[in-house]
Structures are given as structure tokens and as C-alpha cells.
């Protein structure tokens, strides 16, 4: 299975700040045939469901703004808030879909504010 | 828009069998883009895929799971369901059902999950 491995657990930033999580892959998420990162990112609030952020690595969901964006390839990706608002507030998780299943999560970042 | 909301009960007792179904609206569940999956969510822990099925039945299962689980799909009913045989306090968790993309390709196609249920929290006790 690909583990996937998330740092840090828990980050604190300041509103308006910038907020940085990182996802590691335990082998390579891009497929070159198509040069596609086979990435996710999600927010879970407390007491709600997992909410899908992006997918492709890069690619924001309809209606998430544009302070979130991913980047990275191959093993290494991240997950960027340009300017922390209150209700960031939340735990992220990537996810890989490359491999066969499972489908695995890392093990979550814990967001707060300072 | 597509809603998936989910049902069943939240207190199982050891070595009983956990059921839980989730109701899709706003969409078909025999669409050939997707299938209908189930993860978890352990207390405080992170999210495990448990299983998967597409309209026409076919599943995928967790290998850590596969002798316990059962997942199926009731097109009539625009609804799927989980069964989780001798559960112990390890299957403890909060469950969730969702939609996805394709589950056989290497690499799989739209394999991020949108939506999904509301959860069930679910506690092994007796």
C-alpha cells in the first residue's frame, strides 16, 4: 500500500498569514503518460465530513477559493493557504488515487490559529 | 445536486453485525462514471477506505477487511449498503459513505471521493 505521510500534525498561523502542509508519498503519485499527480486534498471541520479542497494535485474543487492551492509532484506535495481566515480552522488530508486499493490517507494537520 | 445521506444504527453490540445504508439523491446510482464507497474514521485517527461497489454489482474491498465486510447496491432504492460482520471496539469509528471515481484502473481516473454522507458515528459496546 502507498503510505502517505503528512507534516506537520498540527501548525499554527496567524489570520492573514500564510499556512504551508506537507504530503509525502511512499512512491511516485505522477503517471507520466498523461504528466497527472494522482493527489487530493481535503478539509474536515469539526462534526462534518471531509469536504473535497482539490484533486490533480492542483486543480481547486468548484467553489473553494482561491486562497487554497496545491502544488508538488511525484512524492512531494503541499497544500497552501495564502492568507489564513478564521474558518480554515480545520484538519486537512491528502489522499492518493494512483495506486490499486486501497486508497490511503496521510494522517491528517490539525490547523489553528495563533 | 448529489446528496448522499446516510442511515442505520449508532450502537452495535460485540460480535453482532453492523448495517448501515446510505440514500443517494439528486443523481442516479447507475451512472458508469462512478462507484459507491464506505470509509471510516476512527476516534481522533485519520480515514480508511473500507470497501467499494459500482451499479452493477461488482466490489472492491480493504484486504484488512475483506472476511468481515459486505457491500451491495440496490439500484431500485438509488442506495447501497454495508455490512460488517463480529464487529469488535476496534470497529469503532465514525462511517461514512461517498462517491468516486474509478477503483480498477492503475492509475484510477476521478479517484477522489465527492460527496459525502453526513456520518454515522458508530460505537461497539455492549
Known amino acids: 500500500d502507498i503510505v502517505m505521510t503528512q507534516s506537520p500534525d498540527s501548525l499554527s498561523v496567524s489570520l492573514g498569514e500564510r499556512a504551508t502542509i506537507n504530503c509525502k508519498s511512499s512512491q511516485s503519485l505522477l503517471y507520466r503518460s498523461n504528466n497527472k499527480n494522482y493527489l487530493a486534498w481535503y478539509q474536515q471541520k469539526p462534526g462534518q465530513p471531509p469536504k473535497l479542497l482539490i484533486y490533480?494535485?492542483?486543480t481547486r474543487e468548484s467553489g473553494v477559493p482561491d486562497r487554497f492551492s496545491g502544488g508538488g509532484s511525484g512524492t512531494d506535495f503541499t497544500l497552501t493557504i495564502s492568507s489564513l481566515r478564521a474558518e480554515d480552522v480545520a484538519v486537512y488530508y491528502c489522499?492518493?488515487?494512483?495506486?490499486?486499493?486501497?486508497?490511503?490517507f496521510g494522517q491528517g494537520t490539525k490547523l489553528e490559529i495563533k | 445536486h448529489l446528496q448522499l445521506q446516510q442511515s442505520g444504527p449508532g450502537l452495535v453490540k460485540p460480535s453482532d453485525t453492523l448495517s448501515l445504508t446510505c440514500s443517494v439523491s439528486g443523481g442516479s446510482i447507475s451512472s458508469s462514471s462512478f462507484y459507491w464507497g464506505w470509509l471510516r474514521q476512527p476516534p481522533g485517527r485519520s480515514l480508511e477506505w473500507l470497501g467499494s461497489v459500482f451499479y452493477t454489482g461488482t466490489t472492491s474491498y480493504n484486504q484488512s477487511l475483506e472476511s468481515r465486510l459486505t457491500i451491495s447496491i440496490d439500484t431500485s432504492k438509488n442506495q447501497f449498503s454495508l455490512r460488517l460482520n463480529s464487529v469488535t471496539a476496534a470497529d469503532t469509528a465514525i462511517y461514512y459513505c461517498?462517491?468516486?471515481?474509478?477503483?480498477?484502473?492503475?492509475?484510477?481516473?476521478?479517484?477522489?471521493?465527492?460527496?459525502w454522507g453526513q456520518g454515522t458515528s458508530v460505537t461497539v459496546s455492549s
Open positions: 461517498s462517491r468516486h471515481g474509478d477503483i480498477v484502473a492503475v492509475p484510477a481516473e476521478s479517484g477522489w471521493f465527492d460527496p
Open positions: 489522499q492518493q488515487y494512483y495506486s490499486r486499493p486501497p486508497r490511503t
Open positions: 490533480w494535485a492542483s
